[in-house]
């Protein structure tokens, strides 16, 4: 399994980034699905999660600003993230699991990406 993230960058708070990951060796409708985050000394925290029926779950912080979706044809799993905050400043990173259904806790996930940056400037 190979998750590859892209679309991060530098964005003024308010602004927005879309963060993609595309998956190899999985089929990302299959299985759950995730976005985590890390900032500098701070554990990994989950983002939004996906299942494999579709069900979607944010973190609070993020609930009405985060959007996550799969792009079956693509095979890659979406971040749309808008009215960006500073404390949205971190790596982000994609994960997979082998179930149908995840929490937001790194131990439901087998598979993780390199990472993207996102920083968002106040």
């Known amino acids: 399994v190979q998750l590859v993230e892209s679309g991060g960058g530098s964005v003024q708070s308010g602004g927005s980034l879309r963060l993609s990951c595309a998956a190899s060796?999985?089929?990302?409708?299959?299985?759950?699905m995730a976005w985590f985050r890390q900032a500098p000394g701070k554990g990994r925290e989950g983002v939004a999660i996906?299942?494999?029926?579709?069900?979607?779950t944010y973190r609070v912080s993020v609930k009405g600003r985060f959007t996550i979706s799969r792009d079956n044809a693509k095979n890659t799993l979406n971040l749309q993230m808008n009215n960006l905050k500073a404390e949205d400043t971190a790596m982000y990173y994609c994960?997979?699991?082998?179930?149908?259904?995840?929490?937001?806790?790194?131990?439901?996930?087998?598979?993780w990406g390199q990472g993207t940056q996102v920083t968002v400037s106040s």
């Open positions: 994960a997979a699991s082998g179930f149908g259904s995840c929490r937001q806790t790194t131990l439901d996930y087998r598979s």
């Open positions: 060796g999985y089929t990302v409708s299959t299985y759950c």
């Open positions: 996906i299942d494999a029926d579709g069900t979607t």
